[in-house]
């Protein structure tokens, strides 16, 4: 632990918390999902839930709180069973699903007052030259920013065939694609976030949308483009994709 926290003071002492988020249904998966929760399924011998929160440790992250919901008593023994940092916290939304702003806003006492990483438990990618969450921890700036995405080139992602999701001007600054139009990124999974964005937001399920278009409305959605390679893998199909795309970068 005195390694992650080392890391911590160095890559943004800011981001202390890290929100993964693994309570979805994972339909696009199934049958894979009908006996296991996504963040389970592996992906080049490893869960996809693991990939991500061993980047959240390199990233010097010190604490994960991880929301359980689909299969959840499953995940719940995996994380339990998990050796090393990140130290992880659960929420548990057994009860109901909360989708990804719901999951976060119930989960906001366990996440402090400060900015935090909110990441998917799904998702995957291939480094550049330099850790991307470590560059994302780094490149946020509370001043200017509510809420900076990590996102990546809808063109050469791995797995992805949708029409993207945001416009970035000159300055990093986000804007939604506008209907019936191509947008050349798409929003990668991770994100730093400021709790204030919550604010007022609704008990029950939402989406983490809700935030980002309120921090876009204020100038403040901000976004920094993958280094490297980013997978999408929504599909049974789409793993094979990743692991081939995993093999030949490890050559």
Known sequence: MAEVEKKAQVHG??????????AGLGTRMRPLTDTRPKPLV????????????DRVADAGIPEAVVN???????????????????????????????ETGGGVRKALPLLGPEPFL????????IEGMRPNLVRLIDH???????????????????????MGDFQMDPLGRLSRRGERLVAPFVFAGASILKPGLFADTPE????LNRVFDRAAAAGRLF????????????????????????HRSSD
Request: no cysteine; glycine share 8%.
């Open 13 to 22: 002492a800011r981001v202390r918390t890290a929100m993964v988020l693994a």
């Open 42 to 53: 592996e992906v080049y011998g490893r869960a996809l839930v693991d990939h991500v929160l």
């Open 68 to 98: 359980l919901h689909h299969h959840a008593d499953m995940l719940e023994a995996h994380l339990k069973a998990r050796r090393g940092p990140p130290r992880i916290v659960l929420s548990d939304e057994r009860d109901v699903l909360l």
């Open 118 to 125: 909110a990441i998917n438990s799904d998702t995957i990618w």
């Open 140 to 162: 946020f700036d509370p001043e200017r920013m509510d809420a900076l995405l990590l996102v990546a080139s809808a063109a050469h992602s791995i797995g992805y065939d949708g």
């Open 204 to 207: 029950g399920a939402f989406s």
């Open 223 to 246: 976004g920094l483009r993958l280094d490297g390679i980013w997978m999408h893998v929504g599909t049974p199909d789409a793993i094979a994709l990743a692991e081939d795309a995993i």
